[in-house]
């Protein structure tokens, strides 16, 4: 695990199974037509049951570079944010929809009053963003809104590889220094 602090605010980074994570929120890599798919949005989708697909119907559709929010069904988090990260094209547009999708999903958290919040690598995998470009944008856009957020305490990236982990961890000891 690592961990930095910026503001009032801790950021950690772990392995595991974001399904799993007790916190007011979780972050789903959600896709625009909020129906759950495979990798972490199909993962979220399964474990939390059929009322987070129903409210996600209810709302019908989240643009990239955004982010709604719904009950969390029978997660341990009280909610989900569903964040749509672009398809990653290699496009400078690619970046400034990544870092807004972060930043939507930490603007609901705030404006909820959550305290604590996790993440996935938003846009790694079937949207294909390179992680270790990925990293930097999530991390840095995260540490932002910490350095000036009035409620959120702890945001967790609870990444799913050894991989995913070994290059967050590299972001975000060039970030903290």
């Known amino acids: 695990m690592s961990e930095a602090t910026f503001g009032r605010g801790r950021l950690l980074l772990v392995q595991g199974d974001i399904t ?7 972050v789903n890599a959600a896709n625009s037509a909020l129906a759950g798919g495979g990798g972490v949005d199909g993962a ?17 559709h989240c643009e990239t570079g955004s982010a709604v929010i719904t009950s969390a069904g029978n997660l341990p988090a009280r909610y989900v944010i569903h964040a749509v990260a672009p398809r990653y094209r290699g496009r400078p547009e690619d970046a400034r929809l990544l870092a807004g999708a972060y930043a939507a999903s930490m603007r609901l958290a705030e404006e909820h009053g959550l305290k604590s919040i996790a993440f996935p690598s938003l846009g790694t995998g079937a949207y ?50």
């Open 44 to 60: 979220i989708h399964r474990a939390g049951g059929p009322t987070i697909a129903r409210e996600c119907a209810a709302i019908g």
């Open 20 to 26: 799993r994570v007790t916190a007011d929120a979780i």
């Open 128 to 177: 294909g963003y390179p992680l270790d470009e990925a990293a930097p944008i999530a991390l840095g856009t995260v540490a932002e809104h910490l350095r000036t957020s009035r409620c959120i305490e702890k945001v967790t990236f609870v990444l799913f590889s050894p991989a995913d982990l070994a290059a967050y961890e590299r972001a975000l000891t060039k970030l903290a220094t």
